[in-house]
């Protein structure tokens, strides 16, 4: 598979309470990616992106966006797809970086 497609599939991390328990409990970690993307490219993104790290399991939900209304007239935000990544006993992913 092409790097570059490999790159585009993380759109960036979900940083919320919500994640930051799960991240807590099971060593799992929140992304937003592409609605195109499938289970074996975001395991190959995630141990690309950071060194190191191994996916034991990748979980996938579709999200559907909220009902709104813009300018007095009914709207829809888009709809996306939210990752959840396990990674396997040991690792970790610092998205501060090292210096």
């Known amino acids: 598979m092409n790097e570059q497609k490999i790159m ?3 759109l ?4 919320t309470e919500k ?6 409990l099971n ?3 929140v992304f937003k ?13 995630i141990e690309l992106m950071f060194d190191g790290a191994e996916v034991e399991s990748v979980q996938v939900t579709n999200v559907k966006g909220k009902r709104k209304i813009f300018k007095r007239s ?21 998205f501060m970086g090292d210096g």
Do not use: C, H
């Open 27 to 29: 060593n799992q970690y």
């Open 74 to 94: 009914p709207g829809q935000r888009a709809n996306w797809k939210k990752a959840y990544i396990k990674l396997k006993p040991g690792f970790d992913i610092d």
């Open 8 to 10: 585009s599939i993380l």
């Open 19 to 24: 994640s930051s328990m799960i991240g807590e």
């Open 33 to 45: 990616v592409s609605k195109s993307a499938t289970k074996p490219e975001i395991k190959k993104a």
């Open 12 to 15: 960036e991390p979900k940083v």
